[in-house]
């Protein structure tokens, strides 16, 4: 019963997830668009690369906010409150002081780095500067917000997120307005509404917090045996969230010491792409996430474990079906989208696609590690990797290859994680074995090469070459959709789970 209900709150989680990614997305790509065309390519550019170096630093933001949604769910699911209302209290104060070191840093490291090292044209430098100034703002406002985010989170409250996001898109729609008939620097401007947009979001949210949540109105305190945990936990996510943002922030600010602005603008945007593509992915793994860590918790190792094996599966499925069109599609999407094409995108956008396949399984096994708090093996090997990968694509730069290589370079150490490193870790500490691993890559797999084949046909014969693009980008993306359901409905799930949506499904009819 437990159970039934545990499945019901994770659809019902993920369908108020998807309502706020749908709705969302739509907003975004419609405003990414007219910000583009308003700023133009090297603008845009700038600021992508002005705003990786405040995300370099923030780094340490992103470790602490695994371990503090992973406590405060945790201390939920082991039902002791008031240690739940000590461990938001110290979670929220160290994010206070976390808040005023970044701001020292970027101010002092950062700045230096942007006036010696970016290259931003002499014209367009005072300007830069002062989007990175009010850049390492809006890093405060996102900051202070995790500790209430992950409270949300922990209480499976997702629905909050969809109505927020309708706050969200307007606030995001009067930006593009403002930005059209504003009078000043088109980047400053811009920068500082987005400043205004976040910290809107970021009272919304705490608000809510404060009137649903008690331990949300504890005061700021520090509890040592709390906050040495929690620091203990995330300090082994720290090394890892350091090569992501090497690998993300760094990225673009490697990009723009090699290449144009409008090179880096090319990057972010196809990264703008994948990433609402792949938040369809991370919608449902916020909502199932909770209840695997809580199964856990409860003891209930086989039905935390069962979980994960299977949301790993239908999360690959979901992210295939985007993968394939958008990879088919992606000239023409860019093209609908845009109508201008930065430079390098289409590529860039096609190799981030299909590296986020290999990152399903990275972050889906991640999970188990999560849940049993066991994360140091992972938190040192995974990041050797990413930190490999960033000096590789640095040399690959000296050495004149295209902007591209750093785009396979990422895709190789994805693949590297997911198919075999996060595995061994699981089956290592968290009593997985191979032959569970293996009954989830054998059915993906599976589906994968049962899908390809009718839209490459249908896309050879009747691609942007034969048709239209609003036709040949509506005719693939249908053909795409059509083919990964079938094949993951008869490759995909075992004949109890079609027996089980069936009945779902006559239950909803009749």
Same mark, same amino acid.
Request: glycine letters at 10%; a negative charge; charged letters at 10%.
């Given at each position: 019963m437990e159970e039934k209900t545990g499945n019901k709150t994770i659809a019902k989680n993920t369908l108020f997830l998807y309502f706020r990614m749908m709705f969302t997305m $739509?907003?975004?790509?419609?405003?990414?668009?007219?910000?583009?065309?308003?700023?133009?390519?090297?603008?845009?550019?700038?600021?992508?690369? /002005?705003?990786?170096? /405040? &995300?370099?630093i923030t780094f340490i933001n992103a470790a602490l906010a695994v371990g503090t949604s992973r406590f405060l769910t945790f201390e939920l699911g082991a039902g002791d409150y008031e240690k739940l209302k000590k461990t938001f209290a110290t979670v929220l104060t160290a994010h206070v002081i976390l808040a005023l070191i970044i701001v020292f840093i970027s101010e002092t490291v950062g700045l230096w780095f942007v006036y010696n090292k970016l290259q931003?044209? $002499?014209?367009?430098?005072?300007?830069?500067v002062m989007a990175y100034h009010l850049s390492i703002l809006t890093v405060v406002a996102q900051l202070m917000l995790v500790p209430y985010n992950a409270t949300i989170i922990s209480h499976e409250k997702m629905s909050v997120f969809a109505y927020a996001s309708i706050v969200d898109a307007v606030l995001s729609l009067l930006i593009v307005y403002l930005l059209a008939v504003g009078n000043i620097?088109?980047?400053?401007?811009?920068?500082?509404?987005?400043?205004?947009v976040k910290t809107g979001m970021t009272v919304f949210y705490v608000t809510y917090c404060l009137r649903r949540f008690s331990e949300a109105r504890s005061k700021l305190l520090i509890d040592k045996p709390i906050l040495r945990n929690v620091l203990g936990y995330s300090g082994w996510n720290l090394?890892?969230?350091?090569?992501? $943002? #090497?690998?993300?922030? &760094?990225?673009?600010?490697?990009l723009n010491m090699f290449f144009s602005p409008g090179v880096v603008a090319g990057r972010a945007i196809a990264n703008q792409v994948n990433m609402a593509a792949f938040h369809f992915i991370t919608n449902f793994r916020t909502a199932a996430n909770p209840q695997i860590v809580k199964r856990y918790a409860a003891k209930d190792y086989d039905g935390s474990k069962e979980l994960l094996l299977s949301s790993t599966k239908y999360s690959y499925y979901l992210m295939l079906m985007l993968a394939l069109p958008i990879c088919l599609v992606a000239k023409p999407l860019l093209q609908l989208w845009l109508g201008q094409i930065p430079p390098y995108s289409v590529i860039f956008l096609q190799l981030a696609i299909v590296t986020s396949l290999f990152q399903v399984f990275d972050t889906s096994f991640y999970a188990a590690l999560y849940a049993k708090g066991q994360i140091r093996e992972n938190a040192i090997i995974s990041p050797l990797v990413g930190f490999i990968a960033f000096p590789v694509m640095y040399i690959l730069f000296k050495l004149g290859f295209s902007p591209e290589s750093m785009a396979w370079v990422s895709m190789i150490g994805v693949a590297l994680l997911g198919l075999l490193i996060k595995p061994l870790l699981i089956i290592r500490i968290v009593d997985y074995n191979w032959r569970e691993i293996i009954s989830v890559f054998i059915p993906c797999l599976e589906v994968t090469m049962a899908? #390809?084949?009718?839209?490459?046909?249908?896309?050879?014969?009747? &691609?942007?070459?034969?048709?239209?693009?609003m036709l040949c980008f509506i005719v693939t993306v249908a053909i795409c959709v059509v083919s990964v359901a079938l094949s993951s409905w008869f490759f995909g799930l075992t004949r109890d789970m079609r027996t089980k949506l069936i009945d779902v499904v006559k239950k909803k009819k009749y």
């Open positions: $739509a907003i975004h790509l419609y405003t990414s668009r007219v910000i583009l065309q308003i700023l133009g390519v090297d603008d845009f550019g700038i600021y992508q690369a /002005v705003g990786g170096v /405040v &995300g370099m931003i044209p $002499a014209e367009r430098l005072d300007a830069g620097d088109k980047l400053v401007l811009y920068a500082f509404l987005f400043l205004c090394l890892s969230n350091g090569a992501i $943002a #090497l690998n993300n922030q &760094g990225a673009l600010i490697l899908s #390809l084949p009718l839209p490459l046909l249908v896309y050879y014969y009747m &691609g942007e070459n034969h048709l239209p693009v």
